[in-house]
């Protein structure tokens, strides 16, 4: 593998753009979800559906920047699926006209509860990978993921998958790691396993609560908020959260290396072999990463869309434009020009490098501001897996597939136990 450069001094032109074209709005009303008031930023809209002219500006500006004879578009909302087949077989034809004899892939992540035949014939014919939301069984997905009226959802989305598979559709699946499904890492594996999910990301979600609403009509806030606020109570608990990672680790590198991938120990496995990581909120520096809103508001990012990191609207400025402003540029290196010493000393500091901007709001044991609120739980993951993780970068530098681990295991005694294992 090659390694990847990140310079920051330098423009842009591989960036990666996650576009809203259904701005917040969703037909679920899932209790953990961010983004669902930032319907407080446009006020009460009729229609908040992309409109043309932003489409096709942003599909246009999108590929021209693009130094890369493949192109990713990725879609999210929202729920886009309320947009209906028609607004994307628009965005397809768009694409086609625009493409330059580049290649045009797209990422589309749903709750998956509309997919039917139609979008499955549509998602399969112009194969777009699809990224759908499941939490685990359905005591657990239900849990957090209920419709407007507070019905479960898990049977709709499981019907939604069906369609997927019936039309080959590729898929992952995406996991929020909460308080909830936290506590049951093996049930919410291999159930995954169980559905045919080969590829699964397991994203923890961290909020912080105020105890009002900022003037923007926001009441879940950034690190650097100054209202009072407190973590949510659906929040995952830091060492739960390596726990959970660390548990489906021990099984995963036991029976699946292979056969199923996991988007963290993947970009782990990066870091061991000494290569930047392929995903953003483990990266020195970020900023590579936007947010389009449906009106062509651009964001610093997906999770800071905050009137403060609004960076301008395509329609008004150039894309590439934006990309690389002065604001877009110090957004990207504060996060490692902010990092605390405690961070900076640590033995795993390259493989996390503070994670996300968004959760450094604890101290420091020495009382610096800034810790991650997820360290202590990425600390005990990454030393945990770092046996395994040496034994396949070596692996793979001596050009043998890392599913010899498994081997390898096989002939060492069995390690110490996690001190909170979970029976499940």
Request: charged share 20%.
């Amino acid at each position: 593998m090659k390694k990847r450069k990140n310079n920051p001094a330098k423009a842009l032109t591989a960036f990666h753009v996650m576009a809203k074209p259904s701005g917040p709005i969703c037909n679920l009303d899932c209790r953990y979800c961010f983004y669902l008031e930032k319907e407080n930023l446009y006020g009460k809209k009729q229609d908040w559906a992309m409109p043309d002219p932003v489409l096709e500006s942003y599909i246009s500006q999108f590929i021209a920047s693009q130094d890369s004879p493949v192109i990713s578009f990725a879609w999210q909302g929202g729920e886009p699926t309320l947009l209906g087949v028609d607004f994307f077989r628009k965005v397809v034809a768009i694409q086609n006209k625009y493409a330059n004899g580049k290649k045009i892939e797209n990422a589309f992540q749903t709750n998956g509860v509309l997919l039917d035949d139609r979008w499955g014939e549509f998602l399969a014919g112009n194969q777009f990978l699809i990224g759908i939301s499941i939490d685990g069984p359905a005591e657990l997905h239900d849990f957090y993921r209920v419709d407007k009226g507070g019905a479960p959802t898990f049977d709709r989305v499981m019907r939604g998958l069906r369609f997927l598979k019936k039309h080959q559709v590729e898929f992952n699946v995406l996991t929020v790691v909460n308080r909830q499904n936290s506590q049951h890492p093996l049930r919410v594996y291999r159930f995954l396993k169980g559905i045919g999910a080969q590829f699964m990301q397991f994203i923890p979600i961290v909020e912080r609560v105020a105890k009002a609403a900022n003037p923007d009509g926001l009441v879940l806030i950034p690190p650097r908020d100054t209202h009072t606020a407190d973590v949510s109570e659906w929040s995952v608990d830091s060492r739960q959260y390596g726990l959970f990672l660390s548990t489906i680790f021990d099984e995963w590198v036991r029976k699946d290396v292979g056969n199923y991938f996991v988007q963290i120990f993947d970009v782990a496995l990066e870091s061991w072999l000494g290569l930047e990581p392929s995903l953003c909120v483990f990266r020195p520096t970020c900023g590579s990463a936007m947010a389009l809103e449906h009106n062509g508001d651009l964001y610093s990012c997906d999770h800071y869309v905050y009137p403060e990191n609004k960076l301008g609207n395509i329609m008004e400025q150039p894309l590439q434009a934006l990309v690389n402003s002065a604001q877009q540029r110090s957004f990207g290196l504060d996060k490692r020009d902010s990092l605390p010493r405690y961070c900076r000393e640590c033995d795993v500091r390259f493989a996390c490098n503070g994670e996300c901007p968004k959760h450094r709001f604890i101290s420091a044991p020495d009382g610096e501001p800034g810790l991650n609120y997820l360290c202590a739980g990425y600390k005990l993951f990454f030393q945990h897996i770092d046996p395994y993780m040496k034994f396949m970068a070596n692996e793979l530098r001596h050009q043998r597939p890392p599913a010899n681990v498994m081997a390898w295991i096989q002939q060492q005694a069995e390690p110490v136990a996690l001190d909170s294992e979970i029976p499940s």
